[in-house]
């Protein structure tokens, strides 16, 4: 049984930092590209940031671009995305999905449980 377990969220104050991670079980970590996704309410999820199974390849949304860091541990099988000078529209739930890298989140199979990422301005 695959299993992504979040962690991580919280608050925190406008160009603050926050790292999340996600612990995967159940599927052989190291062949698999993951992501992260993010979602308010009312909204379709949407795609943050996605690295390659080695970690050699990220792909990043315009939106995160420069502030956004995806990384893996392959020898914990977990994936973190480290956030810097948040902004209040960062707000949201936030979801690491397997496998792939793809923007679309049609194409996961899988999803974690999501953990709470608020920014106060």
């Known amino acids: 049984q695959v299993q992504l377990v979040e962690s991580g969220g919280g608050l925190v104050q406008a160009g603050g930092s926050l790292r999340v991670s996600c612990a995967q079980s159940?599927?052989?970590?190291?062949?698999?590209?993951m992501a992260w996704f993010r979602q308010v309410p009312g909204k379709e999820r949407e795609f943050v940031a996605g690295?390659?199974?080695?970690?050699?390849?990220?792909d990043y949304a315009d939106s995160v671009k420069g502030r956004f860091t995806i990384s893996r541990d392959n020898a914990r099988s977990t994936v973190y995305l480290q956030m810097n000078s948040l902004k209040p529209e960062d707000t949201a739930v936030y979801y690491c999905?397997?496998?792939?890298?793809?923007?679309?989140?049609?194409?996961?199979?899988?999803w974690g449980q999501g953990t709470q990422v608020t920014v106060s301005s």
């Open positions: 159940g599927l052989t970590f190291n062949r698999y590209a």
């Open positions: 690295v390659s199974w080695s970690g050699a390849y990220t």
């Open positions: 999905a397997a496998p792939g890298y793809s923007r679309r989140a049609s194409d996961y199979a899988y």
